[in-house]
């Protein structure tokens, strides 16, 4: 592995998404010009960083630069997927997934020290110490005693998909009925058309990726929408946890179809203000989600059989 | 096509089909049975499954055989009132047993050779589940002598149940004749077997492999070997409960310089310190796997079994039950695989199975060739073609049910 780290960090990566969704939320369409002092201001960041951050939209060729200074957005931001910040070669970001990849796995054990990880990545002590600073941020590891620090291995366990599902279940459909809920008019007009263009597909030419950003993207917008900053506090943290975790399991792309449509159906009722409805189709949404698949069977295994007796 | 098709389904694969977007129809189970002792059970079987081909017999196929003649007759009724409630055109039978139900239904059936050809007996071929080469021998009748003895009871009960219901009994062991409108046979021509009595290709279509779709899989990153050949590790979702065994494979795998995918079903967390070479799930969409790898080490379920052939991917089969014995027999006589014993195995000889296989350039040739004929025939569109055949046959409601 690698041990330099480059000079692109995931925070940049971080920046140039937003860049893409604040694109997207004001309609901009494939050739305006992005304005980097216009896009200081709505990120709050100062000019160098959004410059960083146009680089690499740059480098992935979804802006391009204009021959009179500047650049130009090259794509529908609608239409594609989240930016990936685990670059080949971007050592922190690398070892973090290094670690989640090899937690989740079984490969290590959920109690570590930097001085452990650096011998066995061959990466600075500084590399790993950055990763566990972003696994902290994400609620995926927390500092332990001495020089410990403990990965949060339920939170990517074979039970963790279903103990989400069963958390949502509780907290999802009551953000949406909360009395100060409100409504992102933008970003659910921008989600929509995101959701519009996956519901053109098929399930040959289903695009995986942009479902996952309209995935995230939706479920965050009504944990942000709420009116209630602990409980949004709780589902954000929960929904980048849940980004940042190896996928859980293989959905096919007939279900994620399905989840689409599902997600059109509680965003209308969302715009038309039927919040008691849109929680109750989002009840409906999370346990369809469950994925239902037997977890055994065969010949000769008993009608009968239980695996809660385990 | 313009026919509907629907599932019906024991609860305990609920879910399956709709996964895929098709209607699913359960037979509902009977909750006030007590739950079965899990780890009773786990025992009872790990034991027999230790056991050969013969000594299963009496452990575990006669015990299998009354578990289902049991379901049989449970879910009839039931059973008779859905079919009643579906009307279907054509019923699609993918089991071992008759229901009565659909026998008398009023429509025609097709039957899905779920299991190993044996499944259809001939002079010339071993017995079903006896693992007996192909060559006869005294062997095949002292097993076929001690089958009708383990099964005669459950035969018993099951003649009686089909004489109640207006059908005449089955041969002796038999649970489930060829249907007089059809049959489907997966069995590609690179492992069929010799017969005497030749079956009527009107009746026995053979599909040359029926291998569903799935989205493409992406191989998840390994900590080490990231391009070296991948092998698959599944032995479905029952076998996977030999998690001892498959620690000890584990260790054999760190040393080797290839990458294995595991398929841990829901023992997955019972596994800790996974080396960098070795990828533990709980589920894979198995023909996209089976397709990416080099080496597909199962236990001889035919499904698995075909599946490999499909892809052209050579086949290491480790059977514990069932025509897994049978697939693992075939797999060495026919030269698209090896058959290892699923216990007793030394880490050199697992080592050895596994680097033969994988360095085996004139059988993977030999099996992509294979391969190649096996996608052109198309198993699965001809499947539905014949069952549509026989289903226009009669007038149509436009719905046809695979029970």
């Known amino acids: 592995m690698t041990p330099e780290p480059k000079r692109t960090n995931f925070r940049h990566v971080e920046l140039a998404q937003k860049i893409l969704d604040v694109a997207g939320e004001r309609g901009m369409a494939p050739g305006e010009r992005l304005a980097e002092q216009a896009l200081a201001s709505l990120c709050n960041v100062s000019r160098t960083p959004i410059r960083k951050a146009l680089q690499i939209l740059a480098e992935r060729e979804l802006v391009t630069a204009d021959a009179e200074g500047g650049y130009l957005l090259a794509v529908d931001p609608a239409a594609i997927a989240r930016l990936e910040d685990t670059a080949e070669g971007d050592g922190e970001s690398e070892i973090y997934a290094a670690i989640l990849r090899d937690l989740a796995a079984g490969r290590i054990a959920e109690s570590q020290t930097v001085a452990a990880l650096q011998r066995r990545y061959e990466v600075s002590r500084q590399t790993v110490q950055n990763a566990f600073v972003k696994l902290a941020e994400e609620n995926l590891a927390e500092r332990g005693s001495g020089q410990q620090w403990l990965l949060k291995h339920f939170a990517i366990s074979g039970d963790a998909a279903a103990k989400s599902y069963e958390f949502r279940l509780a907290t999802e459909p009551l953000a949406l009925t909360l009395p100060e809920f409100k409504r992102d008019i933008p970003a659910m007009t921008a989600l929509r058309q995101s959701m519009l263009i996956l519901r053109g597909m098929n399930e040959t030419n289903f695009d995986r990726k942009l479902f996952d950003r309209t995935d995230y993207d939706f479920h965050l917008l009504i944990a942000r929408s709420c009116g209630n900053p602990f409980m949004a506090e709780t589902l954000t943290n929960h929904h980048r946890r849940r980004r940042a975790s190896p996928p859980a399991g293989h959905v096919n792309a007939f279900r994620l179809m399905q989840s689409n449509l599902e997600h059109i159906q509680i965003l209308e009722q969302i715009e038309r203000g039927q919040m008691e409805l849109a929680a109750d189709l989002m009840r409906v949404h999370i346990q369809l989600s469950q994925s239902q698949r037997p977890r055994l069977a065969g010949r000769g295994v008993p009608p009968a059989f239980k695996l809660v007796v385990r | ?403």
Request: hydrophobic share 40%; net charge negative; glycine share 6%.
């Open chain 2, 1 to 403: 096509m313009g026919h509907r098709p629907v599932f019906i389904c024991h609860p305990g694969f609920s879910g399956v089909f709709t996964e895929y977007g098709f209607g699913e129809y359960q037979l509902g189970d009977d909750t006030s049975a007590p739950a079965t002792d899990w780890n009773d059970f786990i025992e009872r079987h790990q034991d027999a499954f230790r056991q050969s081909p013969f000594d299963q017999l009496q452990s575990y196929v006669g015990p299998t055989w009354d578990a289902i003649v049991d379901t049989a007759i449970r879910v009839e009724e039931p059973l008779r009132q859905l079919v009643a409630r579906l009307k279907p055109d054509v019923i699609v039978l993918d089991n071992v047993v008759m229901f009565p139900a659909i026998a008398n239904a009023g429509v025609p059936w097709v039957r899905v050779v779920s299991c190993a050809e044996t499944e259809i007996p001939d002079p010339l071929m071993p017995p079903y589940l006896s693992g007996c080469s192909e060559t006869p021998g005294e062997e095949w009748e002292r097993f076929s002598a001690r089958y009708r003895e383990v099964t005669a009871s459950a035969h018993r009960r099951f003649s009686a149940f089909l004489g109640q219901s207006g059908l005449r009994p089955p041969p002796t062991s038999v649970f489930l004749e060829p249907s007089p409108y059809l049959n489907l046979l997966l069995a590609p021509k690179i492992i069929r077997r010799k017969r005497r009595n030749v079956l009527d290709e009107e009746l026995f279509v053979f599909l040359d492999g029926c291998v569903r779709h799935e989205a493409p899989y992406v191989s998840p990153r390994f900590a080490s070997h990231n391009e070296a050949p991948l092998a698959l590790i599944s032995f479905g979702s029952l076998g996977a409960m030999d998690v001892a065994m498959i620690k000890r494979m584990i260790e054999t795998f760190s040393k080797l310089p290839y990458r294995f995918l595991i398929n841990a079903g829901h023992w997955r967390d019972d596994y800790r310190d996974v080396p960098d070479n070795v990828f533990i799930d709980d589920w894979f969409p198995q023909p996209s796997v089976v397709e990416q790898a080099s080496l597909f080490i199962h236990h001889g379920g035919n499904n698995s079994f075909c599946e490999a052939l499909y892809f052209g991917t050579p086949s290491i089969i480790m059977p514990y039950c069932w025509d897994g014995h049978d697939n693992a027999r075939r797999a060495e006589e026919t030269g698209v695989g090896l058959h290892l014993d699923r216990y007793g195995w030394s880490e050199n000889e697992l080592a050895s199975a596994i680097t033969s296989l994988m360095d085996d350039a004139a059988m993977r040739a030999r099996l992509k060739d294979n391969a190649i004929s096996m996608q052109k025939a198309a198993g699965v569109k001809r499947a539905a073609e014949a069952i549509l055949k026989v289903a226009t046959t009669m007038p149509s409601t436009g719905l046809s049910v695979k029970a």
